[in-house]
């Protein structure tokens, strides 16, 4: 090979490489990393190696206070058969659901979430004889939705004083996030705008129009678990909502101006 064929190949290498244009990685929190932003130029001769545009991640976050709590009360009990375990088990949630009531929750906020009923085996008093049926456990669970904040607390103590012996985590929202939802969609395209417009400005390139519009699913917020209270307590749980957050995450391609 000649050594002018060979300077030309090495400078149509570096051509190629040129025209590729600019990817930055975003910072690796959690798996693998994801491309951030991206900015595709077209060849001097009018072919694209892919797509044409200044690609960016947007996010917007609202932070509201919750207005609703959902939470689970249960009761558990045991019996030498299953038919009387589960009789008791059902007679004890008749009283939960019945306090519960009493306390101001609406029949439409109420919904069971599990019946249970298990055989228990044991090896003896010494734990080591020969594996044997002791019994029957039957467990229920009942979900509450509690529409006024300031209720939680009274609401798991009635529960608990009717006879509740489980209480399950609490976990606070928006009963319509609509509207938060909404802003934190209009704060996401803020930012991609402003990602787009930084990365436009160090190519030396103009931005255009959006040219595509993609939202990402977000993680549901972690829900607030609550201590389950101590039965026949006359102490009344203490229950704080804190603060939920909304967020809205958006992958925007922007086109490249003339």
């Not at 019946?115 to 044991?122: A, F, R, V």
């Not at 006024?148 to 012996?165: E, K, P, S």
């Not at 972690?222 to 992958?251: C, H, L, M, N």
């Amino acid at each position: 090979m000649s050594a002018t064929r060979s300077a030309i190949l090495r400078a149509s290498a570096l051509g190629a490489v040129a025209i590729l244009g600019i990817v930055v990685l975003s910072p690796v929190f959690t798996g693998a990393p994801r491309v951030a932003a991206q900015v595709l130029t077209t060849s001097p001769s009018g072919s694209s190696p892919g797509p044409q545009g200044i690609t960016v991640a947007g996010s917007g976050i609202i932070i509201m206070t919750p207005d609703e709590a959902t939470l689970s009360v249960g009761v558990q009990t045991q019996a030498a058969t299953a038919s009387r375990a589960q009789q008791d088990a059902s007679a004890a949630m008749n009283k939960v659901v019945a306090a519960v009531k009493a306390a101001g929750v609406a029949d439409a906020d109420l919904a069971t979430q599990w019946i249970s009923l298990q055989p228990q085996y044991g090896n003896g008093a010494t734990g080591n004889g020969p594996l044997k049926l002791t019994g029957y456990q039957a467990s229920q669970s009942l979900q509450v939705t509690v529409r006024q904040l300031d209720q939680t607390g009274a609401i798991i103590d009635a529960a608990v004083g009717a006879g509740a012996n489980q209480v399950g985590s609490v976990s606070f929202s928006l009963a319509d996030p609509s509207a938060a939802t909404a802003k934190a969609r209009a704060a996401a395209m803020t930012d991609a705008q402003q990602r787009a417009r930084t990365l436009a400005q160090a190519a030396s390139v103009t931005l255009g129009a959006p040219i595509s519009i993609s939202e990402v699913t977000s993680p549901s917020p972690i829900p607030f678990a609550a201590a389950p209270p101590v039965a026949g307590s006359q102490i009344s749980t203490p229950v704080q909502a804190g603060t939920t957050q909304i967020e809205v995450d958006v992958q925007v391609t922007f086109a490249i101006g003339s």
